[in-house]
């Protein structure tokens, strides 16, 4: 069975630091990219990040590159998302995401992503 369990979220004050984990397992990780994506409330749901296991290369959206971190450890099967200098619309619910590797389309796209986790809160403030 598919799974993603995503972790490491919480509370964290402006200019502050969070990693986030996502481990995957019931599926063979060679053939997936993993994606972060984050939904705040009353706000659609925003592509973060992405990697392709195979090879390792990353995307990130505009909002996030620069302090932002996709990575994975391919012998504990997790993907990894470091996150630096944290602002409060970073505020969301971060969720982890497969998708096959060879399906074509763009990895942002959140309808490309056909397995989920149940997501971790992350809250900036003050």
């Known amino acids: 069975q598919v799974q993603l369990v995503e972790s490491g979220g919480g509370l964290v004050q402006p200019g502050g630091s969070l990693r986030l984990s996502c481990v995957a397992s019931?599926?063979?990780?060679?053939?997936?990219?993993i994606g972060w994506f984050r939904q705040a409330p009353g706000k659609e749901r925003e592509f973060v990040a992405a990697?392709?296991?195979?090879?390792?290369?990353?995307y990130y959206g505009d909002s996030v590159r620069g302090r932002f971190t996709i990575s994975r450890d391919s012998a504990k099967n997790v993907v990894y998302l470091r996150m630096n200098s944290l602002q409060p619309e970073d505020t969301a619910v971060y969720y982890c995401?497969?998708?096959?590797?060879?399906?074509?389309?763009?990895?942002?796209?959140?309808?490309?992503?056909?397995?989920w986790g149940q997501g971790t809160q992350v809250t900036v403030s003050a």
């Open positions: 995401a497969a998708r096959p590797t060879l399906r074509a389309g763009v990895l942002s796209n959140d309808y490309e992503y056909d397995y």
């Open positions: 990697i392709y296991w195979i090879g390792g290369a990353t």
């Open positions: 019931g599926f063979d990780a060679d053939q997936v990219a």
